[in-house]
């Protein structure tokens, strides 16, 4: 597959269009089924392009910040293990019960289904999902911190 950078002779409208090969821009563009997504025209013509090309420094700016990325998750998950109570799948109940007052505030994690954080969102009950990365290992056998079970 080659990707082409076009322009429409008509309208001036410039757009990509991608084709199994050179020979197959040509061919579609000799018999005009290569036409402007504008204007419908079929004067379209390639344009000048330059080569996709990946440079060294991309790919290690890129390499810095994945660093970068991976060590902040580390970081933010080695915070929920240590400063966060892991509630399992009672996280709806116990993040429930605090918002409602019924138990002390504290930070929590764990699993909700996707009825139960949606009615959570319905009563404003404050919660939002870890992103994967943050995420620390489920303890083996975790209980909740609390007296609601």
């Given amino acids: 597959m080659i990707r082409y950078a ?5 309208c001036e409208h410039e757009f990509e269009a991608w084709f199994a090969s050179s020979a197959a821009f040509d061919a579609q563009a000799k018999k005009r089924l290569v036409t402007c997504p ?36 580390a970081k933010a998950r080695d915070h929920v293990e240590k400063n966060f109570d892991y509630v399992g799948d009672s996280f709806a109940d116990e993040a429930r019960a605090m918002y409602y007052g019924e138990t002390e505030d504290r930070p929590i994690w764990g699993a909700t289904t996707p009825e139960e954080s949606a009615a959570l969102r319905e009563e404003g009950v404050p919660a939002a999902p870890l992103p994967p990365a943050f995420t620390p290992k489920r303890p083996k056998q975790a209980k909740p911190k609390t007296g609601l079970n």
């Fill in 38 to 73: 504008e204007c419908a025209g079929a004067n379209v013509t390639k344009q000048i392009m330059a080569p996709s090309v990946k440079s060294p420094r991309k790919t290690a700016a890129r390499a810095e910040a994945e660093k970068l990325a991976a060590e902040f998750a």
């Fill in 6 to 10: 076009l322009i429409c002779g008509d």
